[in-house]
């Protein structure tokens, strides 16, 4: 390699000028469509679970302590920030922050808990009205959630018109 090539890769070099940015100093506006932490707003949540019901983390936990007072819980620990609690969410009550520096040293600080409560319908007694046939489909009654231990736990009930609950299948090995 000559001196000259060297020197032609120093001069394209010099003309491109400074590269980086003054983060610390000097912040930017996050873009348009920035999607930094889920923010919940309790008075617009109706408590349908849709938002824990479609998290790839399972960071959203959902506790029925009776009937009418649910409450729900974003963990934030494994948060991919993906955006599909605020995309379900039927009443918008779920959005993204433009905040991009959510490191701490608690993690409590991320954490947020909303306890709802759930007036219930005096003829059915359910809380909120199913929004379509395919939601009839789905197994009925009390969530649960490992609320103590931070986990999520998928029960399902089978309810059968003709045959009885089954709880499980039993196979014979030979």
Known sequence: MSV??????????????????????????????????PLFDPAKCIGCAGCANNCPAREILVEDLCQEIRIIRYLGRRCTYCGRCADVCPEKAITMS?????????????????????????????????????????????RFDDVQHERWILRSQAYLATEPTVDDIKIDLD
């Open 4 to 37: 000259l090539s060297k020197l032609k890769e120093a001069v394209i070099c010099l003309k491109a000028g400074r590269v980086t940015l003054p983060y610390p100093s000097e912040s930017r506006p996050v873009p348009a469509r920035f999607r930094g932490r």
């Open 98 to 142: 433009p905040e991009f520096e959510n490191a701490t040293n608690h993690i409590g600080d991320i954490q947020q808990r909303i306890e709802l409560f759930m007036s219930t319908c005096q003829r059915c007694g359910r809380c909120f009205k199913e929004p379509g046939f395919l939601d009839q489909l789905k197994a009925k009654g009390y």
